[in-house]
């Protein structure tokens, strides 16, 4: 059955759309049929796996709208096929900020792309949706079609309390719009592990939210900032000459650890087989 995973956080700039392009690449590259939707009119996740956003026919946008279907509109960038992580992208521009008020007043608004998936789910095993920066329609749509949400997040100051709204939407969520939406789990990104605050701010997210917290943590890594400029994500974009690869850590090894450690622990809601999981 198609998971469709929403990577969400309100808070801006934490590696949300860091986290969809390489959890997508590496998943991709385990064999699993992938689609990346970029619900962000910035458009970064777009980008990021190598499509124009200026130059696209059809966008996320489109199928909201319900003038395009998902099938019309997503592309596999031929970069990530020949980078041998090939996933499809129904991708996002500027346009898709007037989706917002477009929708208004329209009928099903929040299930716009839940329905239009739906048409889909027999082509993907994985659907991974880059939310926006805010708790807006495009959010709830993105909650409104997942199984499963998860947060990426630094281990900063303010980062429990955005985390405190966030999971209180959730909650919401599933209450009234979406029974199967669950938070699958907590993403440590950017993490530094010499600053004394973020290793506080991580126990503190364990002794909050126990096993929600994913045992594998993202570095902070200068290969993961540079990739989107290259329109490629980190797992599969790698500059050193192939002789210096062995010496340095890899982007791929930690999110191949996310894809398969944690989506395939056999207790959470993204594994092949579950158990009913209680809600959170
Ligand atoms: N592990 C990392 N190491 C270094 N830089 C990173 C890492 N993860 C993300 N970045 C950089 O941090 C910045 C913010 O990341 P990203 O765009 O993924 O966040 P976001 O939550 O999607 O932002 P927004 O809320 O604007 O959509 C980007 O410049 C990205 O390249
Ligand atoms: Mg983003």
Same mark, same amino acid.
């Given at each position: 059955?198609?998971?469709?995973?929403?990577?969400?956080?309100?808070?801006?700039?934490?590696?949300?759309?860091?986290?969809?392009?390489?959890?997508?690449?590496?998943?991709?590259?385990?064999?699993?049929?992938?689609?990346?939707?970029?619900?962000?009119?910035?458009?970064?996740?777009?980008?990021?796996?190598?499509?124009?956003?200026?130059?696209?026919?059809?966008?996320?946008?489109?199928?909201?709208?319900?003038?395009?279907?998902?099938?019309?509109?997503?592309?596999?960038?031929?970069?990530?096929?020949?980078?041998?992580?090939?996933?499809?992208?129904?991708?996002?521009?500027?346009?898709?900020?007037?989706?917002?008020?477009?929708?208004?007043?329209?009928?099903?608004?929040?299930?716009?792309?839940?329905?239009?998936?739906?048409?889909?789910?027999?082509?993907?095993?994985?659907?991974?949706?880059?939310?926006?920066?805010?708790?807006?329609?495009?959010?709830?749509?993105?909650?409104?079609?997942?199984?499963?949400?998860?947060?990426?997040?630094?281990?900063?100051?303010?980062?429990?309390?955005?985390?405190?709204?966030?999971?209180?939407?959730?909650?919401?969520?599933?209450?009234?719009?979406?029974?199967?939406?669950?938070?699958?789990?907590?993403?440590?990104?950017?993490?530094?592990?010499?600053?004394?605050?973020?290793?506080?701010?991580?126990?503190?997210?364990?002794?909050?939210?126990?096993?929600?917290?994913?045992?594998?943590?993202?570095?902070?890594?200068?290969?993961?900032?540079?990739? *989107?400029?290259?329109?490629?994500?980190? +797992?599969?974009? /790698?500059?050193?000459?192939?002789?210096? &690869? @062995? !010496?340095? =850590?890899? *982007?791929?090894?930690?999110?191949?650890? +996310?894809?398969? /450690?944690?989506?395939?622990?056999?207790? &959470? @809601? !993204?594994? =092949?087989?579950?158990?009913?999981?209680?809600?959170?």
């Amino acid at each position: 059955m198609m998971k469709i995973f929403c990577i969400a956080n309100q808070k801006g700039g934490v590696g949300k759309t860091t986290t969809t392009v390489n959890l997508a690449a590496g998943l991709a590259r385990i064999g699993q049929r992938v689609l990346l939707v970029d619900l962000d009119p910035q458009g970064n996740a777009t980008m990021g796996s190598g499509v124009d956003k200026r130059a696209m026919a059809l966008s996320v946008y489109d199928v909201l709208l319900e003038s395009a279907s998902v099938a019309e509109a997503a592309t596999v960038p031929d970069k990530l096929k020949e980078a041998g992580a090939g996933y499809a992208v129904l991708g996002a521009n500027r346009e898709l900020a007037g989706a917002e008020v477009e929708l208004v007043g329209e009928e099903r608004r929040e299930r716009r792309l839940k329905d239009a998936l739906a048409a889909v789910s027999a082509d993907y095993d994985f659907v991974l949706i880059d939310c926006p920066p805010s708790l807006s329609m495009l959010t709830l749509n993105g909650l409104c079609a997942a199984q499963g949400v998860i947060v990426p997040m630094q281990c900063e100051y303010f980062a429990l309390e955005g985390l405190a709204d966030l999971t209180n939407t959730i909650k919401q969520v599933h209450a009234n719009l979406n029974r199967d939406l669950r938070l699958i789990g907590l993403l440590r990104v950017m993490f530094d592990p010499r600053i004394t605050l973020q290793q506080q701010v991580s126990e503190q997210l364990k002794a909050h939210y126990g096993d929600k917290v994913f045992d594998t943590i993202i570095p902070r890594n200068v290969r993961l900032a540079e990739a *989107p400029s290259y329109g490629l994500p980190g +797992v599969v974009f /790698d500059p050193r000459p192939r002789a210096a &690869r @062995p !010496s340095s =850590p890899s *982007p791929a090894r930690w999110w191949n650890a +996310v894809c398969v /450690d944690e989506f395939f622990k056999p207790n &959470r @809601p !993204s594994a =092949p087989a579950h158990q009913a999981q209680p809600a959170i």
